[in-house]
């Protein structure tokens, strides 16, 4: 009893401060806290693996709060815990302009944050991937992997779509070690849960392959026994925590009220006594925070039990480990590209895109044995799968590819949290028009600066038969859109093979590949070095003073050489740019662009897909061949010339505007 009197004093410090610092910014979430207190406290004090003297230890215990919208109950476990960055101020200045406690939790924002969290579900398809991640590792690093994921989610985090492609992942896969704490209270923003949804939360999981329990959250015996009954289980658990939200607050605390809105002074005061919390605002007790802090060095022992296990191992093994963790490529991956690329000058081959992506994933994972590649129930079209890869599978994880099943949104959610975990290099892969699927964690990944790589395949209305629901034609600028996101788009082998260099080598910035269904020539004879590096570059130059510049990526790019041969013959000399990468295009020196851009009074941009992006480098009076509507049904060859993307259309625009320029 005395246990549990304690462990509710420990609890009554986070709610303490998540009032107050929500008070304090006049913004912010108490409820989720305040009702998920009693468990995080059970957590993180007698279960949770974890050293906050070094919050980067490998094999540390994850906690992924996927009810991102309650940060400041992980704001105050880092500040309890003795996180030297989380200090009392920082709470104070919770979501002001740069404070280490933003809205929602960010990783690399603040240390301790293991993932970005806040849009509902992508904590929880993080921590699927975090706990693969562990899988695999174990799989390779016997000794140095043996932890678990723990992932607190909400009603929210259960309604969208993503947690269900997200939990059947983890239930098909086993894994085992990875425990939801749900935070059962029944309210959302509305109200009550019961207004638009009446699932059987634990009926859903144990459907798809889960052990599932319910308990009273508040009740700190019932939640440790929970957890640890969950230690050696042969699936993945969700414990289902009754809780209300807001505990605490005698008005408002079980109901909507408490969920997005600072409680008020009064209310606050009401609570404190409630409570038994004497003490002011931000204050904390110092046999309160001596008995948190004891409980974040808990694991400093084993922290260097498992440092004791890794200067054990042999060197090279060791040094092998070390890189993975660093993400540093090995010293012969250089030379394993270099010659590659010089069999494809020596031998040019005309092929897809896609089947060059895959003829270059063969080298690349070769060399890199942390490469993770997968496919969203796609692998013969989208060539991600190559001879030397062995498949993950359910209670054997010793491969390297992951089917991941028609979950486009889920993958991409669970390859971030295999990033996130370190030690892997994930790769996944469906149809370009199904990025739309993955949208939200592209832009998470880009906004936490992952290093992750998605190959999308089929790339445009040369998917041809299919017809428009499966021509992408938006697509390429909606991605161009996200910040610090680099959109591959290889006009040929070469270009498909330096891609695959430069998505590797990227280690802040997530990177897709954008690739053909249909054959293209290869364009790229002579070895320059890495020219996609550049993100755009002159590819064939004009004979004398160039009067038109065209513009291209992907298939067009050959399209673009067509029009330049008949151009030049009717005496109107034509250069022709590949753009491969808007991206690193735009981190060139300005002296660099203006140099690829020209000075030709023509200048026309061609790329089967809208027009979006493009002024930037032809300007807005510059000319278009493209889409500007969706696709349509036929051979690829019939749906270029439907729209009009061709040689003699390309023609024809340039000496239209030559002549109206002259």
Same mark, same amino acid.
């Given at each position: ?54 919050? !980067? ?51 690399? !924002? ?56 997200? +939990?059947?992942?983890?239930? !098909? ?15 959302? /923003? ?31 015996? =019932?939640?440790?026994?929970? +957890? ?177 099943? /028609? ?45 992750? +790589? ?20 938006? !697509? ?93 013959? =009717? ?25 690829? /851009? ?50 003699? =259309? ?13």
């Amino acid at each position: 009893m005395t246990d549990a009197i304690d462990t509710r004093r420990l609890a009554n410090a986070i709610r303490a401060l998540s009032m107050d610092a929500v008070e304090k910014a006049n913004s912010g979430h108490p409820g989720m806290p305040m009702g998920m207190a009693d468990v995080a406290t059970v957590l993180f004090t007698k279960i949770l693996k974890f050293d906050a003297a070094d919050p !980067h230890w490998f094999d540390r215990d994850r906690f992924v709060l996927s009810a991102g919208h309650g940060s400041m109950l992980l704001y105050s476990l880092l500040h309890l815990t003795g996180s030297k960055e989380m200090t009392i101020e920082e709470l104070k200045r919770f979501r002001q302009v740069g404070s280490r406690t933003p809205g929602h939790p960010e990783r690399g !924002h603040t240390e301790g944050i293991e993932t970005t969290t806040g849009p509902l579900g992508a904590g929880i398809s993080n921590a699927v991937g975090l706990a693969l991640a562990e899988r695999i590792l174990a799989a390779q690093y016997p000794t140095l992997t043996d932890h678990r994921t723990f992932a607190i989610c909400s009603d929210g985090d259960l309604m969208e779509g993503i947690s269900q492609e997200a +939990i059947a992942i983890a239930g !098909h896969y086993k894994l085992s070690k990875l425990v939801f704490l749900y935070d059962d209270n029944g309210i959302s /923003i509305d109200g009550e849960t019961s207004l638009s949804d009446s699932v059987d939360q634990l009926a859903r999981f144990e459907a798809c392959g889960w052990n599932a329990v319910r308990i009273d959250g508040h009740d700190a015996e =019932a939640i440790e026994a929970a +957890i640890k009954a969950t230690e050696g289980a042969d699936k993945p658990t969700l414990i289902a925590c009754k809780t209300t939200i807001g505990f605490g607050a005698p008005n408002k605390g079980g109901t909507e009220k408490v969920h997005g809105s600072p409680l008020g002074a009064d209310e606050i005061a009401a609570a404190r006594k409630e409570l038994g919390w004497e003490y002011p605002p931000f204050v904390i007790p110092d046999d309160v925070k001596q008995a948190w802090e004891k409980a974040g060095s808990r694991g400093a022992g084993l922290r260097a039990d498992w440092e004791k296990r890794l200067a054990a191992l042999g060197a090279e093994e060791k040094a092998e480990f070390l890189r993975r963790q660093r993400a540093e490529l090995p010293a012969g991956f250089a030379q394993a590209m270099a010659d590659y690329k010089a069999k494809l000058y020596a031998e040019p081959k005309e092929m897809a895109t896609r089947k060059a992506g895959e003829a270059a994933l063969a080298v690349v994972s070769q060399a890199l044995p942390e490469l993770v590649s997968g496919s969203a129930d796609l692998t013969p079209s989208n060539n991600t799968f190559t001879k030397n890869m062995t498949v993950v599978s359910p209670g054997s994880y010793g491969g390297t590819f992951v089917h991941w099943g /028609i979950r486009e949104h889920g993958m991409a959610g669970a390859i971030n949290g295999m990033a996130i975990h370190g030690g892997l290099l994930p790769v996944g892969s469906t149809f370009l028009v199904f990025s739309d699927y993955c949208r939200p964690p592209l832009r998470l990944a880009a906004l936490m600066k992952l290093r992750v +790589i998605q190959v999308f395949t089929h790339d445009s209305i040369g998917v041809g038969e299919d017809g428009p629901t499966h021509q992408p034609v938006e !697509h390429l600028a909606s991605l161009r859109a996200i910040p610090n996101l680099n959109v591959f788009r290889p006009m040929d082998t070469i270009e498909t093979a330096e891609a695959w260099e430069l998505a590797v080598s990227s280690l802040e910035r997530p990177s897709l590949l954008v690739l053909t269904r249909q054959n293209l020539p290869q364009l790229r004879l002579e070895d320059k070095g890495n020219l996609t590096a550049k993100g755009g570059y002159e590819l064939a130059a004009a004979e004398g003073a160039a009067k038109v510049s065209l513009f291209a990526t992907g298939s067009e790019v050959s399209l673009a050489m067509e029009a330049k041969a008949k151009l030049d013959a =009717a005496g109107l000399p034509t250069r022709v740019v590949s753009i491969p990468c808007f991206e690193l295009f735009f981190d060139q020196p300005g002296a660099y662009r203006a140099e690829v /851009i020209g000075t030709a009074p023509v200048k026309i941009a061609i790329e089967a897909a809208i027009r979006q992006g493009w002024d930037a480098i032809v300007g807005s009076d510059g000319g278009f061949v493209g889409m500007s509507s969706f696709g349509e049904s036929g051979p690829y060859k019939e749906v270029y010339a439907h729209f009009g993307i061709t040689t003699e =259309a390309v023609v024809a625009l340039a000496n239209a505007m030559a002549e109206a320029a002259a």
